[in-house]
């Protein structure tokens, strides 16, 4: 075995918990992360070879964040109040560096406002598979202490890796 060092292998998601805005442990089963997707507008003509479906610059399509519960808790239930929610995802990311395991922290902010609740089923010795449905209206992603990706829709902030997209846009409107 060689002493150079390799690239990490990142293994799997190893835990994780879900957290609402007073630190309160909610019991999900699985997570369904928003599609973070751009609005587009068609550009053709004559100095265009066709159409390109040009992306418009940190200006983010409706964005929809499933939880998904074993069963109902009054905690889980607080989230279909119709105010504002912020809900912190921890993630233990298992890694493989230098030969050895180590974890390392993933994280996902989100804020927004309860739209769905699909209650599930009933069957004797089985979970329900409750799922609520938010619009995520702000959406971060850390890792290992880095900030990955912001998307704040109403502050008209869009991020990625620390640059805002969309500041030269905020100063050309003031």
């Known amino acids: 075995m060689g002493n150079n060092a390799q690239r990490p292998i990142h293994v799997a998601t190893h835990l994780y918990k879900l957290y609402n805005e007073d630190n309160v442990l909610l019991g999900t089963t699985q997570l ?88 599930g089923k009933i069957s004797v010795g089985e979970t329900q598979d409750r799922a609520l449905d938010f619009e995520t209206i702000y959406f971060k992603e850390i890792f290992d202490n880095e900030e990955l990706l912001e998307v704040d829709k109403l502050n008209l902030i869009y991020k990625v890796m620390g640059v805002d997209k969309l500041e030269a846009a905020r100063q050309a409107t003031e």
């Open 32 to 119: 369904d992360l928003p599609e973070i997707a751009m609005l587009t507008t068609e550009v053709k003509g004559a100095d265009v070879a066709g159409a390109i479906d040009m992306p418009i610059i940190g200006l983010v399509s409706a964005m929809s964040t499933k939880f998904n519960l074993r069963t109902v808790t009054k905690d889980a239930a607080k989230l279909m109040d119709c105010d504002r929610q912020h809900l912190e995802c921890r993630i233990a990311i298992q890694v493989v560096e230098d030969g050895k395991h180590i974890f390392k922290q993933h994280k996902f902010i989100f804020e927004g406002f309860f739209k769905n609740l699909t209650p």
